[in-house]
Nanobody, 124 residues
Framework: QVQLVESGGGLVQAGSSLRLSCAASGRTFSSYVMGWFRQAPGKEREFVAAISWSGGSTYYADSVKGRFTISRDNAKNTVYLQMNSLKPEDTAVYYC?????????????????WGQGTQVTVSS
């Protein structure tokens, strides 16, 4: 069992940067593949990025590749999402999620634990 708490969202202008954090409870954080998803109003929740247990492998949606960077600090039980060159279309609630398996990390339904989300709004 793990509990996830996101932070770092806010209202920014296009072209700005934000760093989201997701703090996890429990002593087995390094056992989980961690992912970030987002959900815009009226749209389905979509994959943004994921990172393997050790941090050695990262995965990104095409829409954020080159602009977003996912990282983790297993000593702090925290995963981060650095978001640069933000666009209005990045506006969404961003969710942190955890799973054991690294098979197709883009599949939302395969994640076992979810945070409550943090709002990111990018103005034009």
């Amino acid at each position: 069992q793990v509990q996830l708490v996101e932070s770092g969202g806010g209202l920014v202008q296009a072209g700005s940067s934000l760093r989201l954090s997701c703090a996890a409870s429990g002593r087995t954080f390094s056992s989980y593949v961690m992912g970030w998803f987002r959900q815009a109003p009226g749209k389905e929740r979509e994959f943004v990025a994921a990172i393997s247990w050790s941090g050695g492998s990262t995965y990104y949606a095409d829409s954020v590749k080159g602009r977003f960077t996912i990282s983790r600090d297993n000593a702090k039980n925290t995963v981060y999402l650095q978001m640069n060159s933000l666009k209005p279309e990045d506006t969404a609630v961003y969710y942190c999620a955890a799973r054991y398996s690294d098979y197709d990390v883009t599949i939302r339904q395969e994640y076992d634990y979810w945070g409550q989300g943090t709002q990111v709004t990018v103005s034009s």
